[in-house]
């Protein structure tokens, strides 16, 4: 759901050529989960590039996936 919502977000981003950051949703687990995440569009595409990824808030889990990168404001988690 939130990943769908990112995506809207992403395009609308680029078709009025907002600048960063750009207030992303968190994609973590908890469906009730209101938080967003600072990102230039260049640095969610990148995230995005692989369909197994999931961008959250720093401290956030994503069940059944492992973080790949993280700072103070994001997260980048992976599922195998």
Do not use: W
Not at 6 to 29: D, H, Q, T, W, Y
Not at 33 to 44: D, F, K, N
Not at 60 to 72: N, P, R, W, Y
């Amino acid at each position: 759901m939130f990943r769908k919502a990112n995506e809207s977000i992403a395009a609308k981003a680029r078709e009025v050529g907002m600048e960063s950051p750009i207030p992303f949703l968190c994609e973590c687990s908890d469906t009730r989960c209101l938080g967003r995440v600072p990102l230039s569009i260049e640095a969610y595409g990148e995230a995005r590039a692989a369909p197994q990824r999931y961008v959250t808030m720093a401290g956030h889990e994503v069940e059944g996936a492992f973080v790949i990168e993280q700072d103070e404001n994001f997260a980048l988690a992976e599922k195998l």
